[in-house]
């Protein structure tokens, strides 16, 4: 109600930038093997019922994981809620 509509998306995005970034830690220590193995995993639980809103934020964490990985390149929060 208040604030510009952006402003009311971002506030509206911004726990979602927080759930992405308290999975940092535990996609860290994957190995290069682990991430084709999470991508099944994320097929298995969409087709078991799980929406793409529940998978979002381990998802993001896994894209940026693998962005620093590669390219040395580390998104940024406001990356986070653009995406």
């Not at 971002?10 to 190995?31: D, H």
């Not at 682990?34 to 998978?55: H, I, M, S, V, W």
């Amino acid at each position: 109600m208040f604030g510009t509509k952006s402003e009311r998306d971002i506030r509206k995005i911004l726990p979602v930038v927080e759930q992405i970034n308290a999975l940092e830690t535990s996609v860290t220590p994957l190995g290069p093997e682990d991430f084709p193995k999470k991508t099944q995993e994320f097929r298995d639980r969409l087709k078991e019922g799980a929406t793409l809103e529940e998978l979002l934020p381990e998802a993001f964490a896994l894209v940026r994981e693998a962005s620093r990985r590669t390219v040395n390149m580390r998104h940024f929060d406001s990356q986070l809620v653009g995406g």
